[in-house]
């Protein structure tokens, strides 16, 4: 059982950067694929990154390549989702997610109640 409690959100101007935290606790951590996916009003969740165990692969979706970055802290049991030049469309409730696979599909194993970013333009 992993349970996952994310932070960081809030109302930035298009351009600006914000930094998500997920906070991980449970066992067996670092053996988990860690993720983020989002969902926008009236949109389907989707996903936006993902990060390996080892934290030396990752993979993101089209639209935030080049402008986000996952990374993780296993001795910390944190992730962390780095978002640079926001634009407006990234506006959406984002969630921190565990899975023992490479998902990039809803539902993963675990996720947490989301943190919220409101891009203003």
């Known amino acids: 059982q992993v349970q996952l409690v994310e932070s960081g959100g809030g109302l930035v101007q298009a351009g600006g950067s914000l930094r998500l935290s997920c906070a991980a606790s449970?066992?067996?951590?670092?053996?988990?694929?860690m993720g983020w996916f989002r969902q926008a009003p009236g949109k389907e969740r989707e996903f936006v990154a993902i990060i390996n165990w080892s934290g030396i692969n990752t993979y993101y979706t089209d639209s935030v390549k080049g402008r986000f970055t996952i990374s993780r802290d296993n001795a910390k049991n944190m992730v962390y989702l780095q978002m640079n030049s926001l634009k407006p469309e990234d506006t959406a409730l984002y969630y921190c997610?565990?899975?023992?696979?490479?998902?990039?599909?809803?539902?993963?194993?675990?996720w947490g109640q989301g943190t919220q970013v409101t891009v203003s333009s």
């Open positions: 449970g066992r067996n951590f670092s053996t988990y694929f």
């Open positions: 997610t565990a899975d023992r696979r490479l998902v990039r599909s809803w539902p993963p194993n675990y």
